[in-house]
């Protein structure tokens, strides 16, 4: 019988096992590569760089004097873009949904004047978020936002005029000690219209809390002035009602007495007549 001596393997073949070799090899050295991508680093700069991307839909138009205004209205962002140039003097990032303002959210912009946060969704301001602003910011619009309480600690060294309408503000003790220590322009703590209070059925409701205050200790829910001045005009006309019942009384009895003296009188001439 003939023997066949064994083939030797053709070049094919020994291609596709080089080429599943090395595909192994760019796969091993890869993987950490991989894994990496996942890191807390790694996520925390794709968070950074999400939110830089932000400052590319807003829209910039240079002064005059080389100063910034910068349009974010109406772009549905939820917090306040990083990486705005400290040239800016005019932000507007209304009619966003930005529900809370961290601390040092406006550090860096130094020049800030103007600020327009009206028509988002803010109802948590953590004290610290105007930080760098109280040399230069002068116009604030926190409108149309779900604000309840002012906390003077927010605001301080803050001397601005604040648009402050159309939040529910919560009448109560601690809003009434927080308002003497706002040091916001007068007329924007007029526009703090009461939307809830806590004193019940009293009409608070729709009142501002400057006059709310004028006429209530909400920390003791009494009444200031109204009730003393009631209860002087109630102690004024009882003074006066019981005097005219005693001037009344005293001049019935001088007339009962002439009346008396009159009867005797005529009683002494009935018998000198008969």
């Known amino acids: 019988m003939m023997s066949h001596s064994e083939s030797p393997p053709s070049s094919s073949v020994v291609d596709v096992s080089s080429q599943w070799r090395l595909l192994l090899l760019l796969l091993i050295l890869l993987l950490p590569g991989l894994v990496m991508t996942s890191s807390p680093r790694s996520v925390a700069l794709w968070h950074r760089s999400n939110k830089l991307s932000n400052i590319n839909v807003c829209h910039w138009s240079k002064m005059a004097d080389g ?51 009206s028509h988002n969704q803010l109802s948590f301001l953590e004290v610290g978020c105007f930080n760098g602003l109280a040399s230069s910011l002068r116009f604030l619009d926190l409108s149309s936002n779900q604000l309840s309480l002012l906390d003077p600690a927010v605001f301080d060294g803050l001397q601005v005029i604040a648009t402050l309408t159309q939040n529910p503000w919560h009448c109560d003790c601690r809003m009434q000690l927080s308002m003497p220590r706002l040091d916001l322009d007068s007329a924007s703590l007029a526009e703090v219209i009461c939307q809830t209070s806590d004193l019940p059925n009293l009409g608070a409701v729709g009142l501002p809390m400057l006059l709310l205050m004028e006429d209530w200790d909400l920390c003791r829910s009494v009444r200031r002035t109204h009730d003393f001045l009631a209860l002087v005009t109630m102690f004024l006309w009882f003074f006066m009602l019981i005097s005219y019942l005693i001037y009344y009384i005293r001049e019935n009895e001088a007339v009962a007495h002439q009346h008396l003296e009159y009867l005797k009188f005529l009683e002494i001439l009935h018998p000198a007549c008969n």
């Open 67 to 117: 100063t910034l205004t910068v349009r974010c209205n109406g772009f549905r962002l939820t917090e306040v873009p990083v990486g705005l140039t400290n040239r800016t003097t005019r932000l507007f990032l209304n009619k966003n949904l930005i529900s809370s303002l961290p601390a040092d959210s406006f550090s860096d912009l130094f020049l800030l004047n103007e600020l327009d946060l």
